[in-house]
């Protein structure tokens, strides 16, 4: 039972480290991308869709959850995929885990948890720019927990993706593939009403989508939607058995 507890506590230790050497290079990485989207698309085109924002939003309080929840997601994926991808076939020092008296999914709960830390820390960063810059916009408290729950499901995917990685080539893909569309298809910088038909459909095969809809409605103060909830729990689970199996494959 102790294991369980606290036997991830030397992965993220580590990561800890690695910030406590690289803090200011991380906070100006992980503000330059959401500043530009802000700058960009909140206060250059989106004047023009001011009056298409459900809920009678304005384009700037519609975009910042959004982008909130893009930066967790992407910037939680990323770190712990390039993390695993590194240790594994540069390093190799991710066998000194696999070689310490450590239970696969312990393994795997230390190596999610470092990258949802990483996504909060950048999430963090752009609520703060918002409160600073973006004149009326105010933060629900109650919506704090649930962009919890997008780092932890964007650091299960980021470790079922690193886990899987095997060249160079591959960091490409995973990029192309499944970074860029959910950066603009998944309702973070434009309504999902807005898209073409079927692809309002699609979208949701992406699970930047519900966490999406979770964290900007708990972060205006609307009632969250279940429906999405649901969904976002169910990629969780799924990215977390697919780690877990990828664990195992890997030492058989």
């Not at 991710?94 to 950048?122: D, I, N, Q």
């Not at 999902?192 to 979770?214: D, F, I, K, Y």
């Amino acid at each position: 039972m102790r294991q369980v507890v606290f036997g991830w506590y030397p992965v993220v230790w580590e990561e800890l480290l690695i910030w406590r050497r690289r803090f200011w290079l991380y906070f100006t990485v992980y503000m330059l991308s959401p500043l530009i989207f802000l700058l960009s698309f909140g206060y250059g085109a989106g004047q023009r869709f001011k009056l298409l924002m459900p809920g009678g939003l304005s384009y700037l309080e519609f975009l910042v959850p959004g982008v909130v929840a893009l930066s967790i997601f992407n910037n939680g994926i990323t770190s712990v995929t390039v993390r695993l991808f590194y240790n594994r076939l540069h390093f190799k020092s991710f066998e000194a885990y696999r070689l310490a008296p450590m239970a696969e999914a312990v393994l795997w709960l230390g190596y999610t948890l470092a990258g949802a830390l990483r996504g909060l820390l950048s999430g963090s960063i752009v609520l703060a720019l918002a409160l600073l810059f973006v004149p009326n916009f105010r933060v629900s408290f109650a919506g704090l927990p649930w962009l919890v729950a997008c780092a932890f499901a964007a650091g299960a995917f980021g470790v079922f993706l690193g886990l899987s990685l095997r060249s160079f080539d591959d960091q490409t893909l995973i990029s192309e593939f499944i970074v860029v569309p959910m950066t603009f298809l998944c309702g973070t910088l434009i309504p999902l009403e807005r898209l073409p038909g079927v692809l309002q459909h699609l979208v949701w095969l992406l699970p930047l989508t519900p966490a999406t809809q979770v964290v900007r409605a708990g972060l205006i103060g609307n009632p969250v939607p279940w429906s999405a909830v649901a969904l976002l729990t169910g990629w969780t689970l799924l990215f977390a058995l697919l780690g877990l199996w990828r664990l195992r494959r890997d030492e058989e």
